[in-house]
């Protein structure tokens, strides 16, 4: 057969194909980008899809709008505008017909990949950043630069500096609790992206789908939220959210927030990808919203994580000492951390994975997560999915793997 050219600038994520070794018994698995399913609401969850199914079946089992199913529109807009809690002065205010209703996150990164994105246009992201975006942008032809990033996000000077020289099409930015670095915008730098993109004309595309997984403080406000203190920004601005991480990836939904002309398109092309979202799947999460759950979830949520992060660091500062380097995340999923070579031991990521898997357990190299020149000695680690004990038992077998 004679595929499609644009195939030959992606390749099957690494992060799919390192599962394929993890069904080894005994492995301990800090790889994979997944919420918890121990900590997923089901009563919750059972009960709105019982209440959808015994009061309204023949529309949530019907066709639907492309835009999204009404209802859940409205509560997307509620959730958006009380986003960070009661004391962030600075939610995002959006109207029901202000966003669409996408399949998952992932869809909506699509659908502004199909949008914008034409062969050889340049695209600007994080380095590091997620891979399933460079992945996406690729395969409609993006030429992709990252711009590197600290522990407060991306480097603004530097973003800025390539803004001007290449022109880009758009910026790509995971602002809070990043994948895979972990990492949060600040607020300055926050407020200096959204003056940029007005003064420039750039799009921004906000991905923000961990920014309730705080541990202690809510994080600065989203650029969403922000930019009605920079005139001019939010016709610039496109945001992307999702369930997926705080109530089931399952149900596979997201949105998307963006300018209306954009929208439109993207509406368009969502047409011609799947009609619409589930029903089904919207119907349920509409009426989950309406039981005033989601925050108690939520509440359970984030010490879980939160114990889970510190005990990693702990456990990674024990076992591997001034070989490994990281910055202690806020909240989210994951570990950002980098393989010193300090004492002579090994820096290369990917080859310390195969140590690793040895020893039964598993992590993704850094590798993939860059555009290019990849920091051959970085690594993800996810602290969400592992209990207490079985993360120090993983990192102590990585600390044993890293003297081998």
Known sequence: MQFAQRLDAIETSAIRELFKLLGKPGIISFAGGFPDP???DVDGIREASQAVLANSPGPVL????????????????AFMAAKGGAGNAANAQVAPEGLIVTTGSQQALDLIGKTLISPGD??????????????CFRLYGAHIIGAPIDADGVDVDRLEQLIEQHKPKLVYLIPTFGNPSGATLSLARRLRILEIAARTGTVVVEDDPYGELYFDQPPPPSLLALSPQVPGSRDWLAHC?????????GLRVGWLIAPPELLARATMCKQFSDAHTSNLSQAICAHYLTLNRLDATLDAVRPVYA???????????REMGDAIEFNQPQGGLFFWARLT?????????????????????????GNPFFAHDPDTASLRLSFATVGEAKSVEGVARLGQALLA
């Not at 019907?62 to 807009?77: V, W």
């Not at 004492?343 to 190299?365: C, H, K, S």
Request: proline content about 5%; glycine content about 10%.
């Open 38 to 40: 121990a900590l997923f």
């Open 62 to 77: 019907q066709y639907g709008a492309t835009e999204g199913y009404g209802p859940l529109r409205a509560g997307i807009s």
């Open 122 to 135: 340049t695209v600007i992201v994080e380095a590091p950043t997620f891979l399933a975006t460079i992945q």
């Open 241 to 249: 959210g999702s369930f997926s991480k705080i109530l089931s990836p």
């Open 307 to 317: 114990a889970r992060a510190r005990v990693m660091a702990d456990s990674l500062r």
């Open 341 to 365: 070579g300090a004492g002579g031991r090994n820096a290369d990521a990917a080859a310390f994975a195969q140590q690793a898997i040895e020893r039964l357990v598993a992590f993704v190299p």
